[in-house]
Each structure stands twice: as C-alpha cells, then as structure tokens.
C-alpha cells in the first residue's frame, strides 16, 4: 500500500508558476513509477506527465510540454511537478497517482495507487 498527499497547489495568474509536490508513505517509494493527472471543472481525469522509478524516462501530455517538467527524489519519497507560464486551461484539480510497477506509462487506469489532489486554479 502507497499513501500519496500533494501539496502546492493554488490561485495564480497566468503566466506565473507553481510547484506541485507529492510525498509518498507505506511501501518502498522509489520502485514505483510515478505520474500526475489533472482533471479540469467538468471533465475527464487526464494524464499530465509521468516519471519512471529511476527518473530517467519521463512523459508529459501535449498540452503542457515545454511548461511543464515532473521529477522525483527517492530519497525523500517526493515527486514534483514543476508548472510554468500557466494558463487558463491548466486551471483543474491535480493528482499524483503510483503504479505498482517500475513501468512509466500514460494510462491513468494503470495507476493503483492515489493522492485527494490539490486545487490549481489560474486567472486570466
């Protein structure tokens, strides 16, 4: 079992930045692959960016490439995701989510384990 809690969310303008942190409990953190989700006011829950166990693979959505950047320190049980020049759009409930796998995919099915999500809301 995995808790997940994020933190960092919050009410921005746009073009401003943000910092979305997760941190990580229960069992051995750095074997599993991590990801964000968000879902906007009304929508879907869709997938962000994700992150393998070791850090070297990531992914991120079209929509937020070249903004948006995902890291991990193992030895702080943390994943980030850094957020850049937000926009409008970006404005959704974010969610950190872990595989019970080393594996780093985009599918937010393939995701077992999530955090309550933390609000970003950006003005325009």
């Known amino acids: 079992q995995v808790q997940l809690v994020e933190s960092g969310g919050g009410l921005v303008q746009a073009g401003d930045s943000l910092r979305l942190s997760c941190v990580a409990s229960?069992?051995?953190?750095?074997?599993?692959?991590m990801g964000w989700f968000r879902q906007p006011p009304g929508k879907e829950r869709e997938f962000v960016s994700a992150?393998?166990?070791?850090?070297?693979?990531?992914y991120q959505a079209d929509s937020v490439k070249g903004r948006f950047t995902i890291s991990r320190d193992n030895a702080k049980n943390t994943v980030y995701l850094q957020m850049n020049n937000l926009k409008a759009e970006d404005t959704a409930v974010y969610y950190c989510?872990?595989?019970?796998?080393?594996?780093?995919?985009?599918?937010?099915?393939?995701?077992?384990?999530w955090g309550q999500g933390t609000q970003v809301t950006v003005s325009s």
């Open positions: 989510a872990a595989r019970a796998s080393v594996v780093v995919v985009r599918t937010r099915d393939d995701y077992v384990y």
């Open positions: 229960g069992r051995t953190f750095s074997r599993n692959a």
């Open positions: 992150i393998s166990w070791s850090g070297t693979i990531t």
